[in-house]
C-alpha cells in the first residue's frame, strides 16, 4: 500500500524525516488515506540566549534553546464510526507551515492510524527528543473523548483516524485510541527540558493539574527548570467545531505575537495558556473553554515553555523568503519481494512499495538493494506533473542452506541451526481455554530463513564474555564446562553478549535476539497446536523442562502442574530433552528466552504480515517460551509475557539468531 508523500515545501523534495526518525514506520502504516509530510529548516530564531531575573531581581543572560521541534498531527479521516472532520488535516497544514515559516524543523502526520501515531511520538523520543536544550512541540487536531474509570477519574483520549466509537466497540476503543497516560509515558521519555502538547480537542485529561494561567510579567529563572506543559481546546463536554477558533487564536497568539502581553519579546507557555483561555473563550461566546495546565509531577512542572514573538522588532530574525518553484513529478518504486532500499542518485529514499517521492523531473537513477538479491540499477525519467512508477524482480544471488544445516560458531562453539523462511498463524485462537487477550488476533506472519541457536546460551558461553558471571551451576561439572542455561541475565547484557559475539566473528556475521515472530515460528516448527508436540501438556516432560504435579501438591489444580514427572526441579541441561521438528531444544520449559522485541499488548493488531519487528518502543521487552517452574498455561508457543529489559532472574536465560554474511542488514 503506497504512503503519499507531499511537502509543506517542494524544496525538502524527498527527504524524509520520519522514516529517519524511525525506520520501521514506513511498514506500520497500511492506510492510503495516512499522509506524512516532513521539512527541515534551520532553526534560525531558536533561543540561543536570553534574560531572566531571579528571587532578588538581579538578571543574568543564560543559555536556553539549541532549537525548535514540532511535531503537527491532523486527523479528519474517520473510518471506524466517528464522524469526519473537513478541517483539522487543513489546521495542521496551517500550523506546521507557520512553525516552518518561524524557522522551526517540522514533521507534519496526516490521517495516521494507532500504530503509525503510536511510533511517531515514541520517534520524537528516540529522535529530536534526546536533545536536552531543544524546545518540543506537539500539535493534535482531531477528536477527542473521555472516559470514566472505575476510581471516577476523567481519562482523556485522542483519536486516531482507525479508533472505533467506544459506545459500539469498547475493547477496539481502548486498544486504539491514546489515552492522556500513555502520552504522559510519552511526555517524561523525552530528555528535553521543555515539552508542550496542545490538543485542538475536548475531553478531561487525568495526568496534570489543570489551573488558570498566570503569566509573569518577566522571565523568570525557574522558567530554565523541566516543564510539561498541556493546552486543550475545551472540556469533555464542549465540542470543537469544524472551523477551529482555536488554532486562529493559536497562531495569532503565536505566529502573529498576540499573546506576548508583557512586549519582552518572548511568548511564554504561560502567556500562551492565558491568551487562548481569554480569546477563544471570547470568540465562542464561551461555547469552548480552553484548559491549561502542567504535569503532576514535581520535577516536571517548575519551569516554562518560550517562543520568540514575532512582534518583536528588535530581534535579528531573517526574513522567510518564497523558495523558488521546482518542476516536479512523483515517483514510485515497487519491487518483488517487497520492502527493499531503493536510492534516487546514490541517495537513500525509502523502502519499495510504502511511499511515493517528489522528485525533480529530468533522468535519475534508481538502486534497488535487498540482502540476499542482486542489485537493480536504471536510469528513470520523470516528468514535471507526472507519476511515474517503476517495478522492479529483483534475483535471489544466493543459495539458502537446507532445514536443518547446523554451523558451529567458531569461538564458543555455539551450534545454530537453519530454519527455512515461510508464513505461518501467529497467535492463538479463541478456542484454547489458556488463551490471553494479548495473544490474538491469530493472523498469518512470514519469515525469511534465519538461523537459530541450537541451545539456549550456556554458562559456559557466557562466561567467556563475561567471566564473573555465574548461575544454576550443573552438579559435576566444571564452570568452564557448564551445559546448565545463562541465567539472571537482563535483556540489554544479552543484547551485549550479541554485540561481543560478533566482533569476535570480525563481523562476518550477525547476532542479535529473535524477534517475536521469529520465534514463534522457530518454536511450532510447522504445528498449529497450542506446543510443537500437540495439544496435551502431559506430553511434556518428553519435551520441556516443566513445572512437575510432585513439584506443586498433589492438591493443586491441573492448571498449575503438569501430570508427568521430567526429572528436574530447577533448571536442566541445555538439550536434555527431544528436540521439536527444527532440531530446537527447549523452545518450551527449561527457562524463559528473551526476545528482541518491545511488548505491546496489542502490537499485533497493526504488525506488518513481512518479517514484524514489533514497536518502535516501551517500557517491556517479551520473554518467550515459559520456565521450570511455570505449568501448562504458561508452556504453550503463543503465550507472551513482559519483563522490564533491567531486570533479571534465575528463571530467564535466551538464545541467539545469526545472519550470514548477506543478510548483515536489518530488514
Not at 540561543?48 to 532549537?67: A, T
Not at 531543544?134 to 476523567?154: C, P, Q, R, Y
Request: charged fraction near 25%; include cysteine.
Amino acid at each position: 500500500m503506497l504512503l503519499m508523500l507531499h511537502h509543506i515545501r517542494p524544496a525538502c523534495r524527498r527527504l524524509v524525516r520520519l522514516w529517519r526518525l524511525f525506520p520501521a514506520f514506513a511498514l506500520m502504516c497500511p492506510m492510503p488515506a495516512c499522509a506524512v509530510a516532513s521539512s527541515s529548516r534551520p532553526a534560525d530564531r531558536a533561543i540561543k540566549r536570553v534574560e531572566v531575573r531571579n528571587d532578588n531581581g538581579s538578571i543574568r543572560k543564560v543559555p536556553f534553546y539549541s532549537g525548535y521541534y514540532a511535531m503537527v498531527v491532523g486527523c479528519g479521516d474517520y473510518q471506524a464510526g466517528w464522524p469526519r472532520l473537513p478541517n483539522p488535516v487543513k489546521d495542521a497544514r496551517d500550523v506546521a507551515g507557520a512553525l516552518q515559516e518561524m524557522g522551526w524543523e517540522v514533521d507534519l502526520l496526516e490521517n495516521p492510524n494507532w500504530s503509525t501515531l503510536r511510533s511517531a511520538l515514541y520517534g520524537i523520543v528516540a529522535g529530536p527528543g534526546k536533545d536536552a536544550d531543544k524546545g518540543i512541540l506537539l500539535w493534535f487536531s482531531g477528536h477527542g473523548h473521555t472516559l470514566n474509570e472505575a476510581d471516577g477519574t476523567k481519562l482523556g483520549y485522542i483519536v486516531p483516524v482507525d479508533a472505533p466509537d467506544p459506545d459500539r466497540d469498547a475493547m477496539g476503543f481502548m486498544q486504539r485510541a491514546i489515552s492522556m497516560r500513555e502520552m504522559e509515558t510519552v511526555a517524561k521519555g523525552i530528555k528535553s527540558k521543555h515539552v508542550m502538547m496542545v490538543f485542538d480537542s475536548c475531553f478531561s485529561g487525568a495526568i496534570f493539574s489543570m489551573s488558570r494561567a498566570k503569566p509573569s510579567p518577566y522571565i523568570e529563572e525557574k522558567t530554565l527548570w523541566p516543564v510539561r506543559q498541556f493546552i486543550t481546546a475545551g472540556t469533555e463536554n464542549e465540542k470543537v467545531p469544524d472551523r477551529s477558533m482555536f488554532k486562529i487564536c493559536f497562531l495569532q497568539g503565536l505566529r502573529d505575537g498576540f499573546a506576548d502581553v508583557n512586549r519582552d519579546g518572548y511568548v511564554t507557555g504561560e502567556e500562551l495558556g492565558a491568551y487562548l483561555q481569554e480569546m477563544v473563550v471570547n470568540y465562542t461566546n464561551r461555547a469552548q473553554s480552553p484548559q491549561f495546565g502542567k504535569i503532576n509531577n514535581p520535577k516536571l512542572d517548575k519551569g516554562d515553555f518560550v517562543f520568540v514573538s514575532r512582534m518583536d522588532k528588535s530581534l535579528t530574525i531573517p526574513d522567510v523568503r518564497p523558495l523558488p518553484e521546482k518542476r516536479e513529478g512523483t515517483l514510485v518504486v515497487r519491487s518483488e519481494p517487497n520492502a527493499a532500499r531503493w536510492y534516487l542518485d546514490g541517495d537513500f529514499a525509502g523502502k519499495t512499495n510504502d511511499e511515493m517521492a517528489s522528485v525533480t523531473e529530468g533522468w535519475h537513477e534508481v538502486r534497488v538493494e535487498k540482502p540476499g538479491y542482486r542489485t537493480w540499477t536504471e536510469q528513470v525519467r520523470i516528468v514535471s506533473g507526472e507519476r511515474a512508477v517503476v517495478s522492479v524482480w529483483l534475483e535471489s544471488s544466493r543459495v539458502e542452506p537446507v532445514q536443518g544445516a547446523v554451523w558451529k560458531e567458531p569461538v564458543t562453539g555455539m551450534a545454530f541451526v537453519w530454519v527455512p523462511g515461510g508464513c505461518f498463524p501467529m497467535g492463538s485462537p479463541d478456542t484454547d481455554p489458556e488463551r490471553d487477550s494479548d495473544e490474538g488476533p491469530v493472523h498469518e506472519v512470514c519469515v525469511d530463513g534465519f538461523w537459530m541457536g541450537r541451545y539456549e546460551v550456556t554458562n559456559r558461553q557466557f562466561r567467556m564474555f563475561r567471566p564473573e558471571r555465574v548461575s544454576g551451576s550443573f552438579k559435576g561439572q566444571s564452570l568452564d564446562d557448564d551445559p546448565q542455561p545463562a541465567v539472571s541475565v537482563n535483556w540489554s547484557d544479552a543484547a551485549s553478549f550479541a554485540r561481543w559475539l560478533e566482533g569476535k566473528n570480525g563481523g562476518k556475521r550477525r547476532f542479535r535476539l529473535p524477534t517475536e515472530a521469529e520465534w514463534e515460528y522457530a518454536c511450532r516448527a510447522g504445528s498449529t497446536a497450542a506446543r510443537f508436540w500437540g495439544d496435551a501438556p502431559e506430553e511434556a516432560c518428553r519435551y520441556a523442562n516443566v513445572y512437575e504435579r510432585r513439584s506443586a501438591g498433589m492438591n493443586r489444580a491441573a492448571r498449575w502442574a503438569h501430570d508427568c514427572v521430567d526429572g528436574y526441579t530447577g533448571s536442566a541441561p541445555v538439550g536434555t530433552f527431544a528436540p521439536n521438528g527444527f532440531g530446537l531444544y527447549d523452545m518450551l520449559g527449561n527457562v524463559w528466552e528473551w526476545c528482541n522485541d518491545f511488548y505491546d499488548p496489542f502490537a499485533y493488531a497493526a504488525a506488518p504480515r513481512d518479517n514484524p519487528r514489533g514497536p518502535a518502543g516501551g517500557a517491556y521487552r517479551v520473554v518467550r517460551g515459559g520456565a521450570y517452574n511455570y505449568g501448562p498455561k504458561y508452556n504453550r508457543c503463543a503465550f507472551r509475557y513482559r519483563v522490564e529489559p533491567g531486570a533479571s532472574f534465575e528463571h530467564i536465560g535466551f538464545r541467539l539468531v545469526a545472519l550470514d554474511s548477506e543478510t548483515l542488514a536489518e530488514k
